[in-house]
C-alpha cells in the first residue's frame, strides 16, 4: 500500500515538472517579442500579431485583420514620449497623402492616460485611428516592443515588411518608412 | 488591570480608524504603484509617465480621492501590473494564500516526517514476544555460558 502511494507521488512530481516544461516551450514558441524586428530585417515576412483594442479616436474597437487588403502603418506611441512627438506630424502628412491608395496609419498608445493620449492627438492633429493599449500588452507581449516609439508596416496580406525601431524623425529614415509603405501598398 | 487593557485596545481601534479615515498619503501610494516603464516602485522611478502618475495621484488626493479609488483608476488606465502587491481579492487572492498554504503544508510534511523517524528509534515494546526460536537459541546461550 505504502509503496502505491509513493508511486503516486512520484508520477504527479513528474507530471508536475512536465506540466512546467509544457509551460515554458509554450511561453517560448507564443513570444513574438523581438522576433519581428530580427525577421523583417533578415528580409522574411513575419505574420503581424492581431489585436483588438478600445480606440481613442471614437467609440468602439479595432481589429487589426480587419484592415486586411489594406497597408497598415503601425506607430506605437506615448504622450510622454519626446521621439513620438517629433515624428506624429510626419505620420499624419503620409496617412493623408496615402489613404486613397489604400493605406491606414494606425496609432497604438501604449502606457499612458487615455486624457493625455487625446491631448496628443488634439496637439499634432492627429486624424488617424488611434487604439489604447494602456497595460502595453499588446505592444511588448505581441509586438516585443522595448522603447518608444515603434513602427510596424504591414503589407496588404498582414505581413510586416519593416520595422522602424525609435523615431522616424532623420530624412533616411522617412524616405525608408515611404519605400516600406510603397512596398506594402504594392502587395 | 482588566480596565487599562480595554481602554488600550479602544484607543488603538480608534487610532487606527482615524488613521484610515484621513486623506492617503502620496508617499505611502508611491511606494506600493508601480512604474509600467521601468517596472520599480513610483517612489524609486523619474521616468516621465512615473512623473506623470506622481502629479495624477496629488490631483486625485486633492480631489478628495481614497487610497483605493486612486488605485482603481490607475488600474484602469494601467492595468493590474501597475499593483506593486497583487489585489487581496480575486485571483490575486491566490498569491497571497498559495505562500500560507505552502508554510502549512511543510510544516505538516516536516511534524510527519519527525513523528516517523522517532518512531524507528523508539525503545522495543517490552510486551512483545520474543521469536521462539530465538528464545530457545538464547536459552541454550545462556545455559552454557552459565554452565
Known amino acids: ?187 | 488591570m482588566r480596565a487599562l487593557l480595554v481602554a488600550l485596545v479602544a484607543f488603538l481601534v480608534l487610532a487606527a480608524g482615524a488613521q484610515a479615515a484621513g486623506p492617503p498619503n502620496a508617499a505611502d501610494l508611491e511606494a506600493e504603484l508601480v512604474c509600467p516603464v521601468c517596472e520599480t516602485t513610483l517612489d524609486q522611478s523619474d521616468a516621465p509617465v512615473a512623473q506623470r502618475m506622481k502629479a495624477f495621484i496629488r490631483v486625485r488626493i486633492a480631489a478628495g480621492d481614497n487610497e483605493q479609488e486612486i488605485k482603481d483608476a490607475l488600474v484602469a488606465e494601467f492595468g493590474s501590473g501597475v499593483l506593486a502587491t497583487p489585489p487581496k481579492r480575486g485571483f490575486g487572492l491566490l498569491a497571497w494564500l498559495l505562500p500560507l498554504g505552502a508554510l502549512v503544508a511543510g510544516v505538516i510534511t516536516v511534524v510527519l516526517l519527525v513523528q516517523r523517524w522517532s518512531g524507528r528509534r523508539g525503545p522495543p515494546d517490552p510486551e512483545r514476544p520474543l521469536d521462539p526460536d530465538l528464545e530457545r537459541r538464547l536459552d541454550e546461550e545462556l545455559a552454557r555460558f552459565e554452565g
Open chain 1, 1 to 187: 500500500m505504502a509503496h502505491r502511494g509513493r508511486l503516486v507521488a512520484q508520477g504527479v512530481a513528474v507530471g508536475l515538472v512536465a506540466l512546467l516544461f509544457l509551460l515554458l516551450v509554450w511561453a517560448l514558441v507564443t513570444d513574438a517579442g523581438g522576433d519581428l524586428a530580427e525577421a523583417a530585417a533578415r528580409g522574411e515576412r513575419p505574420e503581424a500579431p492581431d489585436f483588438t483594442l478600445e480606440r481613442l479616436d471614437r467609440e468602439g474597437e479595432l481589429t487589426l485583420s480587419s484592415l486586411r487588403g489594406k497597408a497598415v502603418v503601425l506607430n506605437v506611441w506615448a504622450s510622454w514620449c519626446l521621439p513620438c512627438k517629433e515624428e506624429a506630424p510626419f505620420l499624419e502628412q503620409v496617412w493623408r497623402e496615402e489613404r486613397a491608395r489604400g493605406l491606414v496609419v494606425v496609432g497604438l498608445d501604449a502606457k499612458d492616460f487615455r486624457k493625455d493620449a487625446r491631448r496628443f492627438a488634439r496637439r499634432f492633429d492627429l486624424t488617424f485611428p488611434l487604439v489604447f493599449d494602456g497595460p502595453g500588452d499588446v505592444a511588448a507581449d505581441r509586438y516585443g516592443v522595448t522603447g518608444f516609439p515603434e513602427t510596424f508596416v504591414v503589407d496588404r496580406e498582414g505581413m510586416v515588411l519593416e520595422v522602424f525601431v525609435g523615431g522616424i524623425t532623420a530624412a533616411e529614415d522617412r524616405a525608408r518608412l515611404r519605400a516600406a509603405v510603397n512596398r506594402a501598398l504594392a502587395t
